[in-house]
């Protein structure tokens, strides 16, 4: 309780704000053509392709913080997150990119990394990639049929802490149990910062760190 007697609620990690569809997609067009405008100056200029902006529909608001859209399967835009902040539209834990899903080939590794940011660096260079739009500690569970049939191997490729590595082994241990015959990888990070993730590795030497921890 607080100083008056009342009851406090702590604030929620993530604040979820409905939005009409027509609104959020306004809202991203508006963010795309920010980034657009403002793409060298960009800091993954040189690890993103200035075409995903379109593909995959992310931009910078007036703050220069990037935003993501979430699809539904059909590709339809259901809501928009701020990276690490509020959604706006459907808030709910969903697969970053279910839109591309359908296209992923069954018999082709697929990586489930740590946030949306990481799954655009991925994605730009060609991996088969998703990701819980609610952070590592967040599965979807209603939506499990797409993977249930996968046949390579499944890469959980979480960033190097230990909020990453807990979440890596309690998706792993509930893909295990829901699905005994996946292949399932977690990704062994080396000697490196706290928070190393796959875009960082990009960013230092084109990948390589991520290529070995997947190895």
């Not at 690490?84 to 489930?112: A, E, F, N, Q």
Request: aromatic share 12%.
């Amino acid at each position: 309780k607080n100083g008056n007697g009342t009851s406090y609620k702590p604030k929620p990690k993530y604040q979820h704000t409905p939005q009409s569809l027509n609104e959020l997609e306004s809202k991203m067009r508006v963010y795309q053509q920010n980034l657009k405008d403002n793409w060298k100056d960009f800091k993954f200029k040189d690890i993103w392709r200035k075409e995903l902006i379109d593909d995959l529909e992310f931009g910078l608001d007036d703050d220069n913080q990037l935003w993501f859209s979430q699809h539904n399967k059909e590709g339809k835009i259901i809501a928009i997150q701020k990276h690490k902040g509020i959604h706006l539209g459907d808030g709910s834990c969903k697969w970053y990119l279910r839109h591309k899903i359908p296209s992923y080939k069954r018999d082709k590794p697929l990586i489930i990394c740590e946030g949306s940011q990481d799954a655009i660096s991925l994605y730009n260079y060609s991996n088969q990639v998703t990701t819980s739009t609610t952070g590592c500690q967040s599965i979807p569970r209603d939506d499990w049929g797409w993977i249930k049939n996968w046949k390579s191997y499944i890469f959980i490729c979480y960033d190097r802490d230990k909020a990453g590595l807990i979440g890596a082994k309690k998706l792993a241990k509930e893909l295990h149990t829901k699905f005994p015959h996946l292949k399932i990888h977690i990704c062994k990070w080396g000697n490196l910062p706290k928070g190393f993730d796959a875009t960082d590795s990009y960013l230092k030497d084109g990948g390589k760190e991520f290529s070995d921890s997947i190895a």
